[in-house]
């Protein structure tokens, strides 16, 4: 079982940049497919970024591509998603998940096929 923790979200200005970090404690982020989510108020949880248990696949939505970067650092145990020319549509709280059975050379897509989940980071992004 792995034990999920992000942080970096906050208050950033429309144009601006944040980089929110996801720590794996418990087992190895390798060991696990890993995704970003985010939820609105009064909206359904989206998915916005993936990478494969592998690391060789990442996968992102239209709305975010261009402008968000997932990526694993093994060595601390961590994931991060970098996210660029923030739009205040971006604005939700973000988590972070991870599964261990999908196929090691895809991303899943949908909440369901995860199995473990963080607590979630406030983004606010002001116009």
């Known amino acids: 079982q792995v034990q999920l923790v992000e942080s970096g979200g906050g208050l950033v200005q429309a144009g601006g940049s944040l980089r929110l970090s996801c720590a794996a404690s418990?087992?190895?982020?390798?060991?696990?497919?890993m995704g970003w989510f985010r939820q609105a108020p009064g909206k359904e949880r989206e998915f916005v970024a993936g990478?494969?248990?592998?690391?060789?696949?990442?996968y992102y939505p239209d709305s975010v591509k261009g402008r968000f970067t997932i990526s694993r650092d093994n060595a601390k145990n961590t994931v991060y998603l970098q996210m660029n020319s923030l739009i205040p549509e971006d604005a939700a709280v973000y988590y972070c998940a991870a599964d261990p059975t999908f196929p090691s050379y895809l991303v899943p897509a949908r909440s369901y096929e995860y199995d473990y989940w963080g607590q979630g980071t406030q983004v606010t992004v002001s116009s």
């Open positions: 418990g087992r190895t982020v390798s060991s696990y497919a």
């Open positions: 990478i494969s248990r592998n690391g060789g696949v990442t």
